[in-house]
């Protein structure tokens, strides 16, 4: 039932770009992505709602197919911001969300 | 607005030993949840709940439970500690399931 990330890790230089995808058995309702920094809780990204759409958040956007069940998160020049390990929920079920395996991002100069 | 406040922030607590995790919201948001997030790993959804007076079973609950009779306070309790609770116990809160969720800092917890 939990999502599948991959990759499990990526390391960029600045400037690079990066794709992260969250792949659910399940269907799905929505599909939610969260940064968590070391140490720290995560913090929210973007929702994405069933109907394929593709949203954007500055240099970071993601888009939602519903019929293959799967999320990916676009990561555009990359900056030392960005490095955290990002994480796909996945609400299959109402009114739980289920989160993914994670995705270890670090950002070099 | 202090968003979702934890307390206590760490906590050692030998085996068989009872707690409670405490978590509340000022943002009159309707959903409250418990995770925990062993290290190195993802987070496991223990209990939620969508209002008070209502819970549910999320992937891990065997070993918790929870209680919602406010709409600010969803208190997570341990009842016979074991060392396989070791985690950082995250709460977190939304207005409803397709709206951000806000987390609190964690409570770090070892049992020993």
């Known amino acids: 039932q939990q999502p599948v990330q991959s990759p499990q890790a990526v390391i960029l230089r600045e400037g690079e770009d990066a794709v992260i995808n969250c792949s659910s058995s399940?269907?799905?309702?929505?599909v939610h992505w969260y940064r968590q920094k070391h140490g720290e809780a995560p913090v929210f990204l973007m929702i994405l709602l069933k109907g394929g759409e593709q949203k954007g958040h500055e240099k970071i956007s993601a888009s939602f197919n519903e019929k293959k069940q799967q999320s990916s998160l676009y990561l555009t020049a990359s900056q030392l911001s960005y490095s955290g390990t990002y994480f796909c929920?996945?609400?299959?079920?109402?009114?739980?969300?289920?989160f993914g395996t994670g995705t270890r991002l670090q950002v070099f100069p | 607005n202090a968003g979702v406040t934890q307390t206590p922030k760490f906590r050692i607590l030998k085996i068989g030993q009872s707690m409670t995790l405490q978590c509340t919201q000022d943002?009159?948001?309707?959903?409250m949840y418990w995770y925990r997030q062993d290290p190195g790993m993802g987070l496991k959804l223990i209990y939620y709940?969508?209002?008070?007076?209502?819970?549910d079973k999320g992937e891990v609950p065997n070993g918790y439970n929870v209680s919602r009779s406010t709409t600010e306070d969803f208190p997570l309790r341990l009842e016979l500690a074991a060392p396989s609770q070791t985690s950082v116990y995250f709460c977190?809160?939304?207005?409803?399931?397709?709206?951000?969720?806000?987390f609190g800092d964690g409570t770090r917890l070892s049992i020993l």
């Open positions: 943002m009159n948001h309707n959903y």
């Open positions: 709940s969508v209002g008070a007076g209502i819970t």
């Open positions: 929920g996945t609400e299959a079920h109402p009114d739980k969300l289920i």
């Open positions: 399940k269907a799905l309702y929505s």
């Open positions: 977190a809160s939304s207005l409803t399931l397709s709206q951000p969720q806000h």
